[in-house]
Nanobody, 121 residues
Framework: QVQLVESGGGLVQAGGSLRLSCAASGGGFSIDAMGWYRQAPGKQREMVALTSRGGSTVVSDSVKGRFTISRDNTKNAVYLQMNSLKPEDTAVYYC???????????????WGQGTQVTVAS
């Protein structure tokens, strides 16, 4: 059973930095696209950043220049370095990955449990 486990959230002052990590547990699979979404209270979940297995990235305009996504395929892990944080970045951040079992050509989307990021003004 594959699980995506996030860490690194917390409370930070505006202008500060946090680094989120997400690693997939288990074996017998590979992960295609991985990324981060977030959901603020009363708002829809939105894409923050995505990265392909080859390392190409897509970053939301709202965080471009402040957030950087990276991954380590050897660890089935994805990271989100968040700098110059703003109060409007406050949300629950979710890790996601397109997980493909070794014996299948079909990938399934998995989500982590979410980690709270709170930016105080």
């Amino acid at each position: 059973q594959v699980q995506l486990v996030e860490s690194g959230g917390g409370l930070v002052q505006a202008g500060g930095s946090l680094r989120l990590s997400c690693a997939a547990s288990g074996g017998g699979f590979s992960i295609d696209a991985m990324g981060w979404y977030r959901q603020a209270p009363g708002k829809q979940r939105e894409m923050v950043a995505l990265t392909s297995r080859g390392g190409s990235t897509v970053v939301s305009d709202s965080v471009k220049g402040r957030f950087t996504i990276s991954r380590d395929n050897t660890k089935n892990a994805v990271y989100l370095q968040m700098n110059s944080l703003k109060p409007e970045d406050t949300a629950v951040y979710y890790c996601t990955g397109d997980v493909r079992p070794s014996d299948s050509v079909t990938a399934r989307v998995y989500w982590g449990q979410g980690t709270q990021v709170t930016v105080a003004s």
